[in-house]
C-alpha cells in the first residue's frame, strides 16, 4: 500500500512558519488565485523550479470564452458536453460557459495583452468548437503571454512570497483537515510551512509517458500528495493524447497547435493522401481522441511513425504571422511549414482526472483546495474540448479564493505530528532509469489504444518497482519519482476497471461506449481502494 507520506518526520524537530494561504504551483491557475488571495490574504507560492516554469508557459492555442455576439454559453456548453462525450458535470460546464469571458477581463486587467484584429479581441476556431472563441496572444504564444503578465504582477505584490525551488514533499493533515505543508529547500533543509488554506495548481502528469508535450516539471506530484493525503481521486483513466506534436529527427515532441487545424490544416499519411474524411465527419476537427486514434491507424497501416499536417495551402505570410513559434521552432530543425508537411504523432498532453472537487473548488479534505489541470472538476468529462482548460484554471481559482474567505483561521495550537515507518538506507537504484522504465511501460502498456493484457503487463511492472516506498527518500527526484509512480499506479488500475471506451480511454477488448453499465464515475482513495460514484456525484 502507498504510505501517508513519503518521509520520516517530526514537526516538533523542524522548523514552521504560519501564513494564511499556501499556493502550490505556478501556472495560470496559482499565479492567479494567488493575486485573488492577496487581496486580502497573505500567500505563500510554492514551486519546484522558477516562477515561469508551469504547462500554461507553453499553451499555444489559447482560451475560450464567449466574446463575440454571435456566440453564446449554450453554445460553448453543447460542444463542451460533446466533446466530454457525455461524461461531463454539466454543473460545472454551466459554470465554466457562464463565468469565463469575466474570468477573461480579469485577465486582461492584470496586464494579458491578447491579439486584436481592427480594435477587437482577435478569436479563431479549435477542433469541436462551433464558433471561433479562442483568444489567443502573439498568435500561439498565448501560454507565455499569460506567465508573463501574471509573474510580474505577482512580484509586485507584498501579500505574496515566492518559494522557487522548493519541493512540497506531502501534505500534513490531522482528522481530514488539513494543516498545510512539508517542504523541501534546495538546501534539502525541511520546512512545516502551516496555512488556514491549501491550493494545490501543481499541473499535470505528461512526463508519466516517453512522448508528451508537457515540460519536465508534469510528473503528477499535486495528484499524488493528495492522494496520500486522503482525498478522492477521480476520473484518472482519461488521458489525452495531442494528436499532432512533432515527429521529427532530432526535435523535440513539440506541440502543433490544434489552431493550425483550425486555421486549415490538413492531415495526410505518408503517401500524401487525405484521410480523416474514412474517421469523422468533422474531419480534422474532429474531437481530439477521435483524430489521434485515426493518425495511430494510419501510421500502422502505412509502416509509418508519423503522419503529415500540411497547411502549405496558406499564403507563407498568414501562416509565419499567425503561428510565429511553431515557424520559428521548426525552422530550428530545418522544416519550414509554409512549404513543407510537418510530420506529426500524437503525444500525451492533458489529465482529465484528478483530485476530485466541488464547484467551489474544495477537495474531500478540509481546508485543502483544487484548481487547473491537477483538479477533476467535472468539466473535461472523458475529452478536454480544445482550450477550455485555461478558461477552468481562473473561473475556479477566484471561486476557491471567495471560498477561503468564508473559512475561520486554523487553531492557533496544535499537536505535534510525527511519522516514524523504519525506512531503511537510501535507495540504491537511478531514478533517471527508473523513470524511464516506467514511461516506456506507460507508452506500451497504458497509451492511446488499450487492452486487458497490455494493462494488466503493465500494472504488474509497475507494482514491482514500488520498493521505493521503503527507502529514505532525500532528493527531490526521488520524491518525484515516486509521484509519477502513484499516479501511474492510479491510471493503469482506472484503466482496468473501466470495461468501455470513451474519449480519451479506448479498450480495443470494449470498443464500444457501454452507458448502462458504465455512465458512472471511478474514484480512488488510499484506504478505501476504488470506489463507483454517478455521474452528476460531485
Given amino acids: 500500500m502507498i504510505p501517508k507520506y513519503l518521509v520520516d518526520f517530526d514537526l516538533g524537530e523542524i522548523p514552521m512558519r504560519e501564513t494564511d494561504v499556501i499556493v502550490i504551483g505556478t501556472g495560470i491557475a496559482g499565479l492567479f488565485a494567488a493575486i485573488k488571495a492577496s487581496e486580502d490574504r497573505r500567500v505563500v507560492m510554492i514551486t519546484k523550479k522558477g516562477l515561469m516554469e508551469s504547462n500554461t508557459r507553453y499553451a499555444q492555442g489559447g482560451i475560450a470564452a464567449v466574446i463575440s455576439e454571435e456566440d453564446s454559453p449554450e453554445s460553448h456548453r453543447d460542444d463542451t458536453l460533446f466533446a466530454g462525450a457525455d461524461f461531463c458535470l454539466k454543473s460545472a460546464v454551466d459554470v465554466l460557459v457562464h463565468e469565463g469571458s469575466e474570468g477573461v477581463r480579469d485577465l486582461i486587467r492584470m496586464g494579458a495583452a491578447f491579439d486584436q484584429e481592427n480594435g477587437e479581441l482577435a478569436l479563431t476556431q479549435e477542433a469541436a468548437h462551433s464558433h ?193 513559434t511553431i515557424y520559428e521552432t521548426c525552422i530550428r530543425y530545418g522544416l519550414d511549414i509554409t512549404s513543407d508537411w510537418i510530420p506529426v504523432a500524437p503525444a500525451a498532453h492533458y489529465m482529465m482526472g484528478g483530485v476530485q472537487t466541488n464547484l467551489q473548488g474544495e477537495t474531500t479534505i478540509a481546508r485543502l483546495y483544487a484548481c487547473g489541470e491537477v483538479s477533476s472538476t467535472g468539466i473535461h468529462g472523458a475529452n478536454r474540448l480544445a482550450s477550455n482548460s485555461l478558461t477552468e484554471a481562473i473561473v475556479f481559482g477566484r471561486r476557491i479564493v471567495e471560498q477561503i474567505r468564508k473559512l475561520a483561521p486554523l487553531d492557533a495550537a496544535w499537536e505535534n505530528i510525527s511519522n516514524k515507518e523504519q525506512r531503511t538506507g537510501m535507495f540504491p537504484s537511478k531514478i533517471s532509469e527508473r523513470k524511464l522504465k516506467l514511461q516506456k511501460i506507460m507508452v506500451r502498456h497504458v497509451g492511446v489504444r488499450r487492452d486487458e493484457d497490455l494493462l494488466r503487463k503493465g500494472l504488474k511492472e509497475l507494482q514491482q518497482q514500488t520498493d521505493i516506498f521503503g527507502y529514505e527518500l532525500r532528493r527531490s527526484e526521488e520524491l518525484e519519482y515516486a509521484n509519477m509512480l502513484t499516479c501511474a499506479l492510479l491510471v493503469t488500475e482506472s484503466a482496468l476497471a473501466r470495461q468501455e471506451s470513451r474519449g480519451g480511454h479506448y479498450r480495443e477488448d470494449y470498443p464500444e461506449r457501454r452507458d448502462i453499465e458504465w455512465l458512472k464515475r471511478i474514484v480512488r482513495h488510499r484506504e478505501k481502494g476504488m470506489l463507483e460514484a454517478a455521474i452528476d456525484d460531485i
Fill in 132 to 324: 471561433r472563441r479562442i483568444l489567443h496572444a502573439n498568435g500561439d504564444a498565448t501560454g507565455y503571454e499569460i506567465v508573463r503578465a501574471l509573474s510580474q504582477k505577482v512580484r509586485e505584490i507584498e501579500n505574496i512570497e515566492i518559494l522557487e525551488y522548493h519541493y512540497v514533499i506531502d501534505l500534513i493533515t490531522e482528522q481530514e483537515e488539513c494543516q498545510g505543508a512539508l517542504l523541501q529547500g534546495p538546501d534539502g533543509q525541511r520546512l512545516f510551512l502551516r496555512a488556514d488554506a491549501t491550493v494545490l495548481c501543481s499541473g499535470g502528469a505528461g512526463q508519466l509517458y516517453r512522448y508528451t508535450t508537457n515540460p519536465e516539471v508534469a510528473t503528477g506530484d499535486g495528484v499524488a500528495i493528495a492522494y496520500r493525503a486522503g482525498a478522492h481521486i477521480r476520473d484518472m483513466e482519461f488521458i489525452q493524447f495531442h494528436p499532432t506534436a512533432l515527429s521529427y529527427s532530432g526535435a523535440p515532441r513539440f506541440l502543433i497547435s490544434e489552431a493550425v487545424r483550425g486555421e486549415g490544416a490538413v492531415l495526410r499519411n505518408i503517401h500524401g493522401e487525405r484521410f480523416m474524411e474514412k474517421y469523422h465527419p468533422q474531419l480534422e476537427l474532429a474531437p481530439r481522441d477521435i483524430v489521434a486514434r485515426a493518425i495511430v491507424s494510419e501510421m500502422e497501416a502505412t509502416k509509418s511513425t508519423f503522419v503529415y499536417l500540411d497547411i502549405t495551402h496558406e499564403l507563407p505570410e498568414t501562416v509565419r504571422n499567425r503561428f510565429p
